[in-house]
């Protein structure tokens, strides 16, 4: 078991060290995705600490196989944001793969374990085929609804919601692949 996960589980026993440990491991990184999405530090800082009362909160909702912690925090992180500018009726763009510079994950501070994790996924994400590639894109990067992608690609909501449902299995099992390898290792 990671540290993350024991960090998590010892959150769930209202454990505020432990709390505080995770903290300083994801904040950079959350705060990083907070910012590109809201474009402000203020808000990206106000949204950061709810994201950590919700982690004090929902601990127990973790479940280590479906995702890592760093994942579970940064899709809540990502989550909680898109809802914010949908909020304030924002229909920006905020998150575009091309403009993701890798030098700011660096320079937040990932260990070379998660780099490599972000490096395979997003290898994983452009390895999709170009249907599924773009709605993965549309929903998780720029944070459109399906039916926002149904009208953007002028193709059927349904149509959206199974491109996604495979892209999103083809990305379980390539990082789930990637995990099995590197523990056997």
């Given at each position: 078991?990671?540290?993350?996960?024991?960090?998590?589980?010892?959150?769930?026993?209202?454990?505020?060290?432990?709390?505080?440990?995770?903290?300083?491991?994801?904040?950079?990184?959350?705060?990083?995705?907070?910012?590109?999405i809201l474009k402000s530090q203020k808000d990206a800082e106000d949204l950061i600490h709810d994201v950590f009362l919700e982690i004090?909160?929902?601990?127990?909702?973790?479940?280590?196989?479906?995702?890592?912690?760093?994942?579970?925090?940064?899709?809540?992180?990502?989550?909680?944001?898109?809802?914010?500018?949908?909020?304030?009726?924002?229909?920006?763009?905020?998150?575009?793969?091309?403009?993701?510079?890798?030098?700011?994950?660096?320079?937040?501070?990932?260990?070379?374990?998660?780099?490599?994790?972000?490096?395979?996924?997003?290898?994983?994400?452009?390895?999709?085929?170009?249907?599924?590639?773009?709605?993965?894109?549309?929903?998780?990067?720029?944070?459109?609804?399906?039916?926002?992608?149904?009208?953007?690609?002028?193709?059927?909501?349904?149509?959206?919601?199974?491109?996604?449902?495979?892209?999103?299995?083809h990305l379980r099992y390539a990082l789930e692949s990637r995990r099995e390898k590197t523990h056997a290792q």
């Amino acid at each position: 078991m990671d540290i993350d996960t024991q960090l998590i589980q010892q959150i769930t026993k209202q454990d505020r060290q432990a709390l505080a440990q995770l903290y300083e491991r994801h904040v950079m990184q959350m705060l990083a995705v907070a910012v590109k999405i809201l474009k402000s530090q203020k808000d990206a800082e106000d949204l950061i600490h709810d994201v950590f009362l919700e982690i004090w909160n929902k601990a127990g909702d973790f479940d280590a196989s479906r995702s890592a912690v760093r994942t579970w925090i940064l899709m809540r992180v990502r989550s909680r944001a898109i809802d914010r500018l949908r909020s304030r009726t924002h229909r920006q763009k905020v998150f575009s793969t091309d403009s993701y510079d890798e030098a700011e994950l660096v320079q937040t501070g990932p260990s070379q374990d998660q780099l490599a994790e972000w490096h395979h996924a997003r290898s994983a994400v452009e390895r999709l085929p170009e249907t599924q590639y773009n709605v993965i894109v549309l929903s998780y990067f720029e944070g459109l609804t399906c039916t926002e992608i149904a009208e953007r690609c002028q193709i059927p909501v349904g149509t959206v919601k199974s491109r996604l449902s495979t892209a999103i299995q083809h990305l379980r099992y390539a990082l789930e692949s990637r995990r099995e390898k590197t523990h056997a290792q």
